[in-house]
């Protein structure tokens, strides 16, 4: 690939975004609505275009050389020649270096692409909002931060993407700050995710201070392909950060995972994403399926080279992905929020690619996100017309009805859902059932994760095609849902487009020139992640495949058995339910048991040091520092008689004094 053509376009990609922050920023309301309109999903729309350049000119080269780093700008240069040869080189570079290769460019074709569409159907959504421009502003903003993080080549940068994407979340989650529930979601996404950043800026030091290079010596280097060089398989220098599965290799792989479960909302960091439901729709869209929650799993993707040399760090991985997937799914199946349902499918789902990181099934989970960011995007951007049209209103037990009113979101909805479940031939069918196959090969505890992930299959069908049936069937239960009408052409595009891709971009990973399964996505990623280790034989895998379909559609039976056949009224009160259906619904008591266990006794601490330790122990003793001073003032006081002939008796006392400690220091 020509470097001065992927310099150029690497710089609109991230630029173009950028400066529709800075218009919509700095003109803080005064431009017209319909110039920011254009501008705010224009500069992703042109990002979108100049990464498909980028792919198409990668795509023209042998799979080998499908990887290039551009510099930007020298920063910070302090390497040295290290006496083992000119190339060996030791000191700090942390220049601003782009690296583009088959798994930053997928990022950047989702995040612009997708992230582009949920940009258009902004415009009709918020355009009675009176921070439109402000929206804007904070939108285009969040996707130069995933830009910059996914297309870092430093931890440097890396980590600067990667902050700013935690701080553009709480601005779009907190964006109708009139709401006190608004502002309390951003800054508990914020605080959330800060704690698990100190991990990941914890696991990124540790690779500085302690990765070796060829001969030994430290190379306090913060570029990761430097890094990726000197560890895991294949690398010149196998025990760059010690030995296979050692302790401290071990230690970064958990510290990075920290910072990764915070972002993807992975138990136990998990308890904001719900709660991110207070900003509007298309955020929503935008977190959920196309940027931030999928960093994590790009972080332990991009970091493979380190978890293949710390198996308990990805066993980690492995069993926290398959419990959260889980553990969401059943909530997911109480809820009656309609965004908070799809918001607990998003918490499994992602459950489901990082167990498929965490077992080195890196393509299966990339594909997975691939997908996913297909079928989320349409299901939030469908839920968004319904509740557009419900004045706001999100309860499911609210709608009913709709699929007469609203047959065009009907539809798209439905072939989200059916992407969800994993039904052929919607794209979630050929990517979680690779997901899941893979995982049958190569994971741990084999096969009980993989039974743990196929059950998860039941769960998402049963969330996802219960919402369809409570409030797209059946009558109207509100005034709102008897006239409902379809959303407007600017937020109906966007749904039926990402429709279209929910149903075809599964086959992108089928060969059929060579009539073989699971081959072209995997291959497109090998330069980056390699080949899985393991492979589920044809007999496995054909049985994994048809097990995972029938329980999908099991799962869809089991709510045509409850809902339609009426075995559980819709009215039921929550505090009446039996216990199993109480813990789903109350979320496992998560936020009561970190209230208890965090919240209050850091508040009554603080509480204590107020009323007590502040005004008894640390203003007494600042009082008693003053008294001292003052005290000590009113003595030397009296020495200031305001007579010349004392002044000379103290001055000429202090000389003679001065110069007798001289005259002993000299002799």
Not at 78 to 96: C, E, K, L
Not at 443 to 471: D, E, M
Request: glycine share 10%.
């Amino acid at each position: 690939m020509n470097p001065t053509l992927i310099l150029v376009l690497s710089a609109i990609v991230l630029g173009l975004p950028t400066a529709g922050f800075a218009v919509s920023a700095i003109s803080a309301g005064r431009l017209p609505h319909r110039l920011v309109a254009w501008t705010g999903p224009g500069v992703i729309l042109g990002a979108f275009v100049a990464t498909l350049i980028i792919f198409v000119a990668m795509l023209q080269q042998p799979a080998s050389s499908r990887g290039i780093t551009v510099v930007f700008w020298h920063w910070l240069n302090t390497s040295v020649a290290s006496g083992h040869g000119v190339a060996a080189q030791t000191g700090f570079n942390a220049n601003f270096s782009i690296r583009i290769d088959p798994l930053s460019v997928l990022m950047m074709l989702v995040i612009t692409g997708i992230g582009g569409l949920i940009h258009v159907y902004s415009v009709g959504y918020m355009a009675e909002d009176p921070g439109f421009n402000r929206f804007f502003a904070y939108m285009n903003i969040f996707i130069t931060s995933m830009l910059l993080l996914v297309m870092s080549n430093t931890l440097v940068f890396l980590v600067i993407g990667w902050a700013m994407v935690a701080f553009a979340s709480y601005a779009l989650i907190a964006f109708w700050y009139e709401r006190r529930s608004a502002v309390v979601a951003g800054r508990k996404a914020f605080v959330t995710q800060v704690i698990g950043d100190v991990g990941l800026y914890l696991g990124a030091f540790l690779i500085f201070l302690n990765l070796r290079g060829a001969h030994g010596q430290l190379l306090h280097t913060v570029n990761m392909q430097t890094i990726f060089a000197n560890v895991g398989p294949g690398a010149h220098f196998h025990d760059g950060l010690g030995p296979l599965g050692g302790g401290m290799v071990t230690a970064i792989g958990i510290l990075l995972f920290l910072g990764a479960a915070a972002k993807s909302a992975q138990w136990p960091l998990h308890t904001w994403l719900p709660d991110a439901m207070e900003g509007p729709t298309p955020v929503s869209a935008l977190i959920h399926a196309a940027t931030m929650v999928t960093a994590g799993v790009y972080l332990v993707a991009r970091f493979h080279p380190i978890y293949q040399q710390a198996p308990v760090a990805a066993g980690l991985v492995a069993f926290i992905g398959i419990g959260t997937a889980m553990m969401a799914g059943i909530i997911g199946c109480t809820q009656y929020d309609i965004k908070r349902v799809i918001a607990y499918s998003t918490m499994s789902q992602i459950g489901l690619m990082i167990f498929a990181v965490g077992v080195g099934a890196y393509s299966a989970g990339m594909f997975q996100f691939f997908t996913h960011a297909c079928f989320k995007a349409l299901l939030f951007l469908a839920a968004g017309n319904v509740i557009h049209a419900l004045h706001d209103d999100q309860d499911i037990r609210l709608m009913g009805g709709l699929s007469k009113r609203m047959k065009a979101t009907f539809v798209a909805f439905t072939v989200g859902s059916l992407a969800l479940a994993g039904i052929p031939i919607f794209a979630g069918f050929f990517s979680k059932e690779e997901l899941l196959g893979s995982g049958l090969a190569l994971g741990p505890a084999v096969p009980w994760l993989w039974v743990v992930g196929v059950l998860v299959n039941v769960l998402t069908s049963f969330y996802i095609f219960r919402v369809v049936w409570i409030a797209f069937r059946g009558e109207p239960r509100s005034e709102h849902a008897e006239h409902a009408h379809e959303a407007p052409l600017l937020m109906l595009l966007p749904v039926l487009v990402l429709a279209g891709l929910a149903t075809v971009v599964g086959f992108l990973n089928v060969d059929f020139a060579g009539f073989a399964p699971i081959t072209l996505f995997s291959a497109f990623l090998k330069p980056v992640l390699g080949v899985p280790a393991a492979t589920a034989s044809d007999t496995a895998g054909a049985l994994a495949l048809l097990a995972g379909f029938l329980l999908s559609v099991g799962g869809i039976v089991l709510v045509w058995a409850v809902y339609g056949r009426g075995l559980i009224s819709r009215e039921l009160v929550p505090n009446h339910l039996p216990w199993l259906y109480q813990l789903s619904f109350r979320k496992f008591y998560w936020d009561e048991i970190y209230d208890v266990a965090l919240v209050r006794p850091t508040v009554s601490l603080a509480t204590v040091i107020r009323r007590v330790i502040e005004p008894e122990v640390m203003d007494g003793a600042l009082g008693g520092i003053r008294d001292s001073i003052a005290a000590l003032a009113d003595d030397f006081r009296t020495f200031q008689t305001g007579f010349l002939k004392d002044y000379a008796t103290w001055f000429f006392f202090f000389a003679v004094v001065g110069l007798v400690i001289l005259g002993l220091r000299l002799s």
